[in-house]
């Protein structure tokens, strides 16, 4: 079964990497969602795809130079356009969050895709995953395009998958070798990296028993051409199209 994976939460409808973006994607029947942190001036992992704060919040600066109490003070909707121009999400007490108030929050049987952006985020990501819910429900992975971050996870948890990004067009073979010899579960390529014909890859990987995900996916004829050859899953900006696509959770 192909998951259908988040891309920072329900991200074509509402401010990536907000609860209410990992709400609607639950709402929409995603599998599972995908995050990336970074680690804050204080130690805390922020929930967050940049390393600064302009993009997406109405604040600015270096995640890594600010303590999780300033970063919270940012709007997380300020930035967030609607198709009509407008900004729905302003001013509506949306924030950055800790990945630990996302473990808080994180029903069961929705699994989690950690992305660590900061290599120094690894050791905290490995800490707030021990004794959380989804992490004893075998549901959590940690991914990065940073090998250090992920061998570091590895290293403190063997028993939680990682996965190695590829950044596109990146040799996949080179990859997999790494993620072998690494003793990592899985790799994830950029979509197009896949071609028109996934077979040959997800063979390779399979016969040393790794799993292949991809990003980011938003045409359904896609999705369902890559879930007819059994690619692990892919993550969508688009959760509600993926399950249309999909089908049903579980079948």
């Not at 929050?105 to 690894?122: H, Y």
């Not at 991914?143 to 992920?150: D, G, Y």
């Not at 359904?220 to 892919?234: C, D, K, N, S, V």
């Amino acid at each position: 079964m192909t998951l259908v994976v988040a891309h920072r939460g329900a991200s074509a409808h509402a401010p990536e990497n907000t609860l209410d973006a990992f709400r609607q994607a639950v709402e929409m029947g995603a599998d599972a969602i995908e995050l990336d942190v970074h680690l804050t001036r204080d130690g805390q992992l922020a929930v967050i795809h940049d390393e600064t704060l302009e993009r997406t919040t109405d604040l600015e600066g270096r995640v890594s130079e600010l303590t999780m109490k300033q970063i919270q003070r940012a709007d997380a909707g300020h930035r967030f356009a609607a198709a009509d121009g407008s900004f729905p999400f302003r001013g509506k007490g949306l924030n950055v969050p800790t990945l630990p108030e996302v473990l808080s929050w994180l029903p069961a049987g929705t699994g989690l895709v950690i992305e660590i952006k900061a290599i120094a985020a690894a050791g905290p990501v490995v800490e707030s995953l021990r004794g959380s819910a989804v992490r004893a429900a075998g549901a959590a992975s940690a991914i990065s395009f940073e090998q250090r971050a992920i061998d570091d996870v590895h290293d403190q948890d063997p028993e939680l998958p990682t996965g190695y990004l590829l950044v596109p067009f990146e040799s996949f073979d080179s990859g997999l070798n790494y993620a072998v010899q690494r003793g990592h579960a899985a790799v994830h390529l950029y979509e197009g990296d896949l071609g028109l014909d996934p077979a040959p890859k997800l063979s390779q990987a399979r016969a040393f028993g790794l799993l292949v995900g991809c990003y980011v996916v938003n045409d359904p004829m896609r999705m369902t051409h890559l879930a007819a050859y059994g690619l692990w899953g892919f993550v969508t900006d688009w959760p509600d199209v993926g399950r249309q696509a999909l089908g049903p959770r579980g079948s």
